[in-house]
């Protein structure tokens, strides 16, 4: 199903004397791409985009976006879809394999990852050497990155065989790592994997249960949690993928290039916003307190989290999803009246028609509403980044993968614009002044 890109004419460079003609390209769907890999050469300067904002980086089949729609597509298929009538694993086999997996695919898929939830004993030893107050994303960076430490047999990145295992190894052993990165946080003994239990069931259990009372799993929740695994699975060419992208481009084996997007996927910006939309929500804490709010935001004193969206100037479709999730959570396991949920429905009515947010198109993200369902699920705010890390990984791994295979693929290296001192000579301390 994936298309190879086609021409689509050229475009024409001057600059200075110099007239240069520049490929155009065509995917399958979306804008077209100007090549300029050839423009240095003929031009003798660079392009200039820092952060990236008309740059594609990659080819890429997994994920397509439309930010103006608010179409988010994995393979070809809307998420509303996948959310709804899809599970987390056929989702990971759909990135990973490119195709929804026939019945004995799936069965074969479940056992393999099934299969793989168990750390190595001493891995657990790695826990131990965090502070207690250590927060959970600094245990994920760090023992991640020590799964190249343990598993040596699937690290020779050119063997498409290893490359697989260690997909499966990090989607399978997050959870794991995940709940333990919880446990060790509150001073509870690690909950061994259950093979019975599906990968969402699984993973609330190994959060939720100790040894003085087993955890019978909520329906409801699990549903909720696969649903968010969902939703945060894969989201093209954002700044974790390319952090694992970049990284993987040096030849780095795959576990050490997940921890480098788990590290950047915990910064405010990105995967740490949904931890900040629910200390926000909890500042406000009442409704009449937002119109106070909101000047704040239009004063450009803070800003409004989980609002927002590099790509969507669209309300973001996993949003959608996750309201619906928020409110289905709240009835089953919380207060549907949760003063939290009410502030921020009436924080969303208040800022989707005030001009400020129209004009600069910012709706809500999938962050605004993920914060008030995890904490009903049980979950504190030092946790949320962590379940967004967990279901990401098949994201980050499919997208390595997916580089790994490509043919074409080089070491990713930057140029800049430099504007530091021309060259000088050294100047002895004495005669410095
Ligand atoms: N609240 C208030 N104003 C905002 C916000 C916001 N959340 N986001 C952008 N703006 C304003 C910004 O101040 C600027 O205004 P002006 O033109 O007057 O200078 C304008 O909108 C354009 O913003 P930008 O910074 O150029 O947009 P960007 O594409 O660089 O930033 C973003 C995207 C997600 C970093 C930003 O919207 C943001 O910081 N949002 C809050 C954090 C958040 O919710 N992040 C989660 C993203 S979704 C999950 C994920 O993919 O990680």
Same mark, same amino acid.
């Given at each position: ?32 791409? =100007?090549?300029? %890999? ?9 392009? &200039?985009?820092? *952060? !990236?904002?008309?740059? +594609? ?54 056992? =393999?990852?099934? %299969? ?9 030893? &790695?826990?131990? *050497? !965090?502070?207690?107050? +250590? ?72 959060? !939720?249960?100790?040894? +003085? ?221």
């Amino acid at each position: 199903m994936t298309e190879a890109p086609k021409s689509a004419g050229t475009a024409t460079l001057t600059y200075g004397d110099t007239s240069v003609e520049l490929p155009v390209m065509a995917g399958s769907t979306g804008p077209n791409v =100007i090549d300029i %890999r050839k423009m240095y050469a003929a031009t003798d300067a660079f392009t &200039f985009d820092p *952060g !990236f904002t008309s740059t +594609a980086a990659c080819e890429s089949a997994l994920t397509y976006i439309d930010g103006d729609v608010g179409t988010l597509l994995h393979r070809g298929y809307p998420i509303d879809q996948l959310a709804s009538k899809s599970s987390f694993l056929e989702v990971c086999h759909l990135l990973l394999h490119g195709e929804l997996p026939t019945a004995s695919e799936f069965a074969a898929f479940e056992n =393999i990852v099934t %299969r793989h939830t168990m750390l190595h004993s001493q891995f657990d030893r &790695f826990f131990e *050497g !965090f502070r207690r107050d +250590a927060h959970p994303m600094a245990i994920m960076v760090g023992t991640v990155g020590a799964l190249s430490a343990f598993y040596h047999d699937s690290l020779d990145i050119h063997d498409a065989r290893q490359r697989e295992i260690s997909a499966i190894r990090l989607i399978a052993k997050m959870p794991t790592i995940a709940a333990r990165a919880y446990k060790y946080h509150i001073g509870q003994p690690f909950v061994t994997p259950r093979n019975e239990l599906s990968y969402s069931e699984n993973f609330l259990r190994m959060c !939720f249960a100790v040894p +003085a009372e087993d955890y019978e799993v909520n329906p409801v929740l699990a549903k909720a949690m696969d649903r968010i695994f969902i939703l945060h699975a894969d989201h093209e060419q954002n700044a974790s993928t390319s952090t694992v992208r970049l990284a993987g481009s040096s030849g780095a084996n795959p576990f050490a290039c997940i921890a480098a997007g788990i590290a950047c996927l915990w910064g405010p910006s990105h995967g740490g916003a949904n931890e900040e939309a629910l200390n926000m929500l909890k500042e406000i804490g009442t409704p009449d307190k937002i119109p106070e709010f909101i000047e704040g935001v239009k004063a450009k004193k803070y800003k409004l989290m989980g609002f927002g969206h590099r790509v969507y100037k669209n309300y973001d479709p996993r949003a959608k999803v996750m309201k619906e999730s928020a409110d289905e959570v709240l009835a089953a396991v919380g207060d549907p009246n949760d003063p939290l949920f009410q502030v921020a429905k009436e924080l969303e009515r208040i800022a989707l028609n005030d001009e400020y947010f129209i004009e600069r198109k910012l709706f809500p993200n999938v962050d605004f509403y993920s914060g008030i369902t995890l904490s009903a699920m049980g979950f504190p705010t030092s946790m949320f980044t962590v379940l967004f890390s967990l279901a990401r990984t098949v994201g980050w791994i499919a997208q390595w993968q997916e580089m790994m295979a490509d043919p074409s693929q080089k070491i990713g290296r930057p140029r800049q614009l430099y504007t530091g001192p021309t060259e000088r000579d050294y100047v002895p301390i004495q005669q410095r002044g």
